[in-house]
């Protein structure tokens, strides 16, 4: 099966995606802007290219591993081949972009084709840092800072997200075989795998799903204590993420999480997502200390 519509443009790909993180650009002067909505488009397609369940595992194998060595051409100065990696390399070259950051997304991402099921919190974390932290890694370069604590900050927020995530899909990812939640925390609670796989809500899963939600706050308060007084302007995007998704996060909570069950994940209003973005944008504006995460 060919990759999914690889001849949209950056810009196309990100609107179709409608997705949180997208939104939280607006925040952004224009070419960062521009920058970021390319490269998120990447991060979509690899993403889509792992997630396309009717083509065979080692088609896509073949495939990332394709997109992988195109990457790494435009990280060389060479030619790439794929016209939205053509199109990220102006990207790449003016924000120093790592390749070896692009290849921690791809092999978590390869994780998922070998593997639908993670046995610790240790292999979750290591996760949680590929697919989503070493984008934020990404990210970082293209917002611009000056203390380099504004690492270690994006990391903390790709955990945060993630983790909030993996709270808010788990029918989503059940219906596709998949279980984020580790083994050792559902062995823990007594959450049989079956019973996630149907999609059933017990006072164990609860407490399984309140134990996540634990983790994931501990994630977003090393967020507010990581970010740098000095870059609060300049990591405005990355506070608007992390305000979406703690909203969502705060959501889940108060349902007792039983919207994580449900197939189709629980999705925040666009006059409720619009509101947090005012909310940190004002904050920011007003050099406000208080952040809008991380604190009920």
């Known amino acids: 099966m060919s990759e999914p519509?690889?001849?949209?443009?950056?810009?196309?790909?990100?609107?179709?995606?409608?997705?949180?993180?997208?939104?939280?650009?607006?925040?952004?002067?224009?070419p960062r802007r521009k920058?970021?909505?390319?490269?998120?488009?990447?991060c979509r397609q690899v993403d889509d290219v792992a997630d396309e369940d009717s083509s065979p595992l080692e088609s896509r194998r073949i495939a990332l591993q394709d997109w992988r060595e195109d990457v790494q051409r435009a990280?060389?100065?060479g030619s790439p081949r794929k016209p939205l990696v053509r199109e990220l390399q102006p990207v790449i070259d003016q924000y120093g972009l790592q390749f070896d950051h692009f290849d921690e997304l791809i092999k978590g991402l390869e994780s998922d084709l070998e593997q639908d099921r993670i046995e610790?919190?240790?292999?979750l974390e290591l996760y949680c840092y590929r697919v989503a932290s070493a984008v934020g890694l990404l990210s970082v370069e293209v917002f611009g800072y000056r203390d380099a604590k504004c690492q270690d900050y994006m990391v903390a927020i790709g955990k945060s997200l993630q983790y909030t995530n993996i709270l808010r899909d788990i029918g989503n990812d059940a219906e596709r075989g998949r279980i984020y939640l580790p083994q050792e925390a559902m062995e823990k609670f007594g959450v049989e795998p079956r019973s996630i796989l149907n999609g059933k809500y017990s006072t164990a899963f609860h407490n399984l799903a309140a134990e996540m939600?634990?983790?994931?706050?501990?994630?977003?308060?090393?967020?507010?204590?990581?970010l740098p007084a000095g870059d609060r302007r300049s990591m405005i995007a990355g506070e608007c993420m992390a305000a979406v998704y703690w909203r969502i996060l705060r959501a889940l909570e108060n349902a007792k999480f039983r919207p994580s069950l449900d197939p189709a994940p629980l999705k925040l209003s666009k006059f409720t997502?619009?509101?947090?973005?005012?909310?940190?944008?004002?904050?920011?504006?007003?050099?406000?200390?208080?952040p809008n995460y991380g604190r009920d």
């Open 120 to 123: 610790t919190f240790e292999d």
């Open 213 to 226: 939600a634990v983790r994931a706050r501990q994630h977003f308060q090393n967020t507010v204590e990581l």
């Open 35 to 42: 920058a970021m909505t390319t490269l998120y488009a990447f």
């Open 75 to 77: 990280c060389d100065g």
């Open 273 to 290: 997502k619009l509101s947090v973005l005012f909310g940190v944008w004002a904050r920011t504006f007003f050099q406000s200390s208080s």
């Open 5 to 30: 519509i690889e001849a949209e443009s950056g810009e196309q790909i990100t609107q179709r995606s409608a997705s949180n993180l997208a939104l939280s650009f607006i925040a952004l002067e224009k």
